[in-house]
């Protein structure tokens, strides 16, 4: 077994808190290696909600999440951390006061500290049953909408009764040839307004709906989709047109894996004592949604605080014996590694 | 009495957790009126440190105090908050559920709840005892520096030996006309790398200083200063010319008037409970630097996240019975005003 690294703190997770995280242990001395499952950096942010607009980081009136990302990406880098990408953090094992890091691609990193800044884990899809389709899922058939603009002029199928179902349905419809939404119920479960719009829309004839269906074949033309076939509980089918599908089923999650590092799940959360965000295993941290103690609030901001309780807790694993000298940010000077 | 206005919440202190925290009560559908001491909102950012870059609110690499003010103000501006300025908030009268808070300009504000946000108090310089100072404040005599620029071409005498006194010694020498910096003591307490510095420059002669020597007299001309009168402890006097008297002999901060609230200070802190950040007295709440509890972390980021905990606490005082409903700021929209 190879150490890749060395380093002080291992972040498990390299969404908004895990990036953070990087920046609050950096100001106290500390480099980090980062891991995430995604192929980019952002987590949720970037992989489901890029241009999504948020209004509660404070002195951002209005900040896109992918933009958030940009920044906090830029605050971090001054530290020099090194993100280990397309790959789970599987577990821990110790060697004294150092622990190890392995990754599901083999890859082995020693720090003293870990922080789980892990959301809601490593994250996917919830896919349909239908044969073929993960050839065609980037192309023709998309989980979740990073940049609205592609559709443009599509002939599309949505399949799904909630938020984004709808939601999307009534977004996209403002620039796709046509918005044809499945659902295996008669009602949809999403927000009044949205529903009543939708009704307006079906109304005027700018939305069709099909219920109750299921999802049951693809047609593909040339490696793209070019129809799908649907079909209701007497097995009566039908085929409609479509150029993309647009499953939203929810999405799942997996937290498991952090059970290799020894940590108590409860509700999909770690739970910490919140004066020092250590888990229930000494070294271990963790920080933002994945985070739970009495008064959570799941915010941004409230992961942001977390991950500078969880580098000063860090601080005393790191340099033990060393004390801890707290300084404003404005006395300290522009962010640097000092190594 | 009249009162004033009627509102929800009324936050004490118009620093940037207070500032938050018109924002946090805000999107719970609260409406705040805030009252400060200063003419101008932003607490010690605008008043003291206005052009120093903060390195450590998320999402921005570096950021002038000032300028973070103004992205706060834009952020809570939805919510319409009222500020009342130059005026301190002095007492709480109770009046059922109902709370009265009276500032010193005899303004009466009406609420369910108040924010304590009033970081180190109400604070002022430390004023030499000199006659006639205070007809030059603003004009030849300057407690702390807003605009460097300023201070182009002038004769400056600095005051003090601390990190402020050396720290603008050098800052100034490179635009004044000529700096001397006056100590009462031969030593002076402020980091080596800047002691070094000051010492270079005052072997190659580009700032005199003067110790041990205090403050005597002011000399003016046409209604501004043209010399101090220095003294040591013998009584030896020495005039040197000045255009410009710069005394930094640290800030005074007056909490006591706190003591109206009915809160229990300790340590120039108001004591908490983390999880709601209520303080002794029901219906008042304290965040920023101005609350203590234990594992606080004295940053701007950690104020920001208790405005959003006393918000939520606020909540169910302004709306008694009401269930609270979290929503993420990206599905809840666009900050508004709902009344």
Redesign the interface.
Known sequence: MTVAAECEVVVVGAG?VGI?SV??CG?LGMRCQVIDALSQIGGQCTAL?PE????????????E?AD?IV??E??A?PFAPRYHLNQQAIGLRRNGARMLVETSAGVHLAAQAVILAAGVGAFGPNRPPLEGIESLEGRSVFYWITQRERFRGKTIAIAGGGDSAIDWALALNEIAAGVTLVHRRNRFRAAPASVAKLDELVAAGRIRIKTPFQLAELHQVNGGLEAITIADLDGRTERIPAQVLLPFFGLASDLTLLKGFGVELKANQVLVD???METAQPGVFAVGDVAGY??K???I??G??EA??AA?SAFDLAFPGQAFQ?QH??H????RLVV
């Open positions: 908004p953070f920046f609050a100001q909600y999504k607009p948020i209004y509660d980081i404070p002195g951002f009136p209005s900040i999440a958030l920044r906090l830029q605050q880098a919140a004066l020092t009495a008064g609030q799941k915010l901001l409230s942001f605080v500078t309780t000063r707290f940010s404005t300290r000077g522009a962010p």
